[in-house]
């Protein structure tokens, strides 16, 4: 198979430009030096640096002091480890995930005699526990192979910053051969796909017995355009061919990881036939698994740290969102950050409403610094009428013509409603909108009904930093959205 992808290195868009530096960012002795009649004679004048390297010593002094002053501190965090939502817990910390933990332990186990495991496809909203259960599985499996002298390995990639098939597969490469302790004899770009391939194979048949390949947000990676079906089509129908071609003498498992549950309809279907997972669906945490969950985390903590409404707080917060666990997890590790920056002696409530802000903002930024200025225009035109409607919803038919608005207000490329659709249901896969099909009455006709993840006055917030959407004053686009929504009953 030849090169099918391009491997050429991209420019991260994320990526702020250098900035040059102006006259009015230097100080004013750079500008021009000090002037011949200033008078300075205290040393500071060229060749005789002794007040600079004065200051300089002080201000090391204070840094130095700040830094003693922390280590001296007792602090509230005990163990940071326990509030990162990606770190693996002992077992009896899983919350609310028994009967999918029984059925991934029981499909994976045939890692542990002489068979193949069947492949998984693990479905569901984000944070409710997908990737967290699969590598819990995984590394007792590791544990109990080891005791009976099968070399098991798991090679796990997020491919959600993978652009095309060709990284991904040497991703997973080099993933394999950090899990053996050896060394990737092809670089990442210049080479056909093919060598890449072939790279994976020679180190994985080398080095194990029986391997699960975990592809965690597989729907992210799309690849090139031009192509028939997506890369993670022709990934899914190259991994679950290599066994019965011969190409890998080990035993392999691909366990495929996404939060849209339509992402199968996706697959080719020479891919679907040769993949045909099982399926394992995760549902979202409700505010009672999540008090739960955080309770079982809340010795990250020193005693008597917690205010008691910190953790009921948390919980309902992230129940708002899908029953996102790793929301629920990062409220507590930020409120307790922001509690031990203030010098609180204590978490409080006000800790957890502040890190609720600052998280829902952060998630939204991580999503539209990627997206296109088009997909922009879709997301802020919807959630502004989600924004004023009692509750939270946004019609498809309402949001196109608030974009329509938009798009004529800034003097933007205007796509037929077709696209506008289909540019928010692309937004879907990160999670911060979901979508219905309606009908309100035979005379309303069929439409799309879209439901935001975070607050959509955050999300209007993060998009107006955008120099373009700011154009259009917040009042005006309120204005229309009100209009549209009363032409709507």
Same mark, same amino acid.
Request: proline share 2%; no cysteine; glycine share 4%.
């Given at each position: 198979m030849g090169s099918d992808d391009s491997d050429e290195s991209r420019t991260d868009p994320r990526a702020p430009e250098d900035e040059p530096t102006t006259q009015a960012d230097l100080p004013s002795s750079s500008a021009g030096g000090p002037s011949e009649d200033d008078g300075s004679t205290d040393g500071a004048t060229d060749g005789h640096p002794q007040s600079e390297q004065a200051d300089s010593e002080q201000a090391s002094r204070s840094i130095e002091e700040m830094l003693l002053e922390f280590d001296e501190q007792e602090g509230l965090i005990?163990?940071?480890?326990?509030?990162?939502?990606?770190?693996?817990?002992?077992?009896?910390?899983? !919350?609310?995930? /028994? %009967?999918?933990?029984? %059925? @991934?332990?029981?499909?994976?186990?045939? *890692?542990?005699?002489d068979n193949r495991p069947p492949n998984l496809f693990l479905y569901g909203p984000s944070g409710t526990g997908k990737s967290l259960i699969t590598k819990a599985v995984c590394n007792n499996i590791s544990r109990t192979c080891e005791t009976h002298d099968i070399k098991f390995g798991t090679i796990e990639v997020n491919c959600q910053d993978l652009d095309t098939l060709g990284v991904a597969v040497y991703e997973l490469a080099s993933q394999a051969a950090d899990e053996a302790g050896v060394d990737v004899d092809v670089p990442k770009h210049g080479v056909a796909t093919k060598e890449k391939w072939d790279e994976l194979y020679r180190i994985v048949n080398e080095n194990f017995?029986?391997?699960?390949?975990?592809?965690?947000?597989?729907?992210?990676?799309?690849?090139?355009?031009?192509? =028939?079906?997506?890369?993670? +089509?022709?990934?899914?129908? =190259?991994?679950?061919?290599?066994?019965?071609?011969?190409?890998?003498?080990?035993?392999?498992?691909?366990? $495929?990881? +996404?939060?849209?549950?339509?992402?199968? %309809?996706?697959?080719?279907?020479?891919?679907?036939? +040769?993949?045909?997972?099982?399926?394992?669906?995760?549902?979202?945490?409700?505010?009672n698994q999540l008090q739960a969950i955080l309770?079982?985390? #809340? /010795?990250?903590?020193?005693?008597?740290?917690?205010? /008691?409404?910190?953790?009921?707080?948390? $919980? *309902?917060? $992230?129940? =708002?969102?899908?029953?996102? *666990?790793?929301?629920?997890?990062?409220?507590?590790?930020? *409120?307790?950050?922001?509690?031990?920056? %203030?010098?609180?002696? #204590? @978490?409080?409530?006000?800790? !957890?409403?502040?890190?609720?802000d600052k998280v829902e903002k952060n998630r939204v930024l991580e999503v539209v610094r990627g997206i296109s200025t088009q997909k922009e225009l879709c997301l802020y035109a919807t959630a502004a009428v989600a924004a004023e409607t009692a509750d939270g919803s946004a019609r498809s038919t309402t949001g196109y013509r608030v974009y329509q608005f938009l798009t004529e207000s800034i003097d933007a490329d205007q796509y037929y409603q077709e696209t506008y659709v289909n540019k928010m249901k692309e937004l879907t896969t990160y999670s911060l909108v979901d979508f219905e099909r309606r009908s309100h009455g035979p005379s309303s006709g069929m439409f799309l009904e879209f439901q935001f993840g975070e607050r959509p006055e955050t999300i209007l917030e993060t998009l107006r930093e955008d120099s373009r959407i700011d154009m259009v004053s917040s009042e005006e686009v309120e204005s229309v959205v009100n209009a549209q929504i009363r032409s709507e009953t």
């Open positions: 005990r163990d940071r480890s326990l509030l990162d939502p990606n770190y693996v817990v002992e077992e009896d910390r899983i !919350v609310g995930r /028994d %009967e999918q933990l029984q %059925e @991934v332990t029981k499909m994976l186990r045939v *890692a542990l005699g017995d029986s391997v699960v390949f975990v592809l965690d947000e597989l729907d992210m990676l799309v690849g090139r355009r031009d192509k =028939q079906d997506p890369a993670f +089509s022709r990934l899914l129908y =190259q991994l679950s061919r290599a066994g019965a071609n011969d190409e890998l003498a080990a035993y392999i498992s691909v366990v $495929a990881i +996404s939060n849209d549950a339509r992402m199968m %309809e996706s697959v080719g279907s020479r891919a679907l036939s +040769s993949f045909t997972p099982e399926d394992v669906h995760f549902d979202d945490y409700d505010a309770r079982r985390r #809340r /010795d990250a903590f020193h005693e008597n740290v917690l205010d /008691d409404d910190v953790i009921p707080l948390a $919980a *309902a917060f $992230a129940a =708002q969102t899908h029953g996102d *666990a790793r929301k629920a997890i990062d409220l507590m590790r930020v *409120a307790g950050e922001l509690a031990e920056r %203030e010098g609180d002696e #204590r @978490v409080r409530e006000e800790h !957890v409403r502040q890190a609720q």
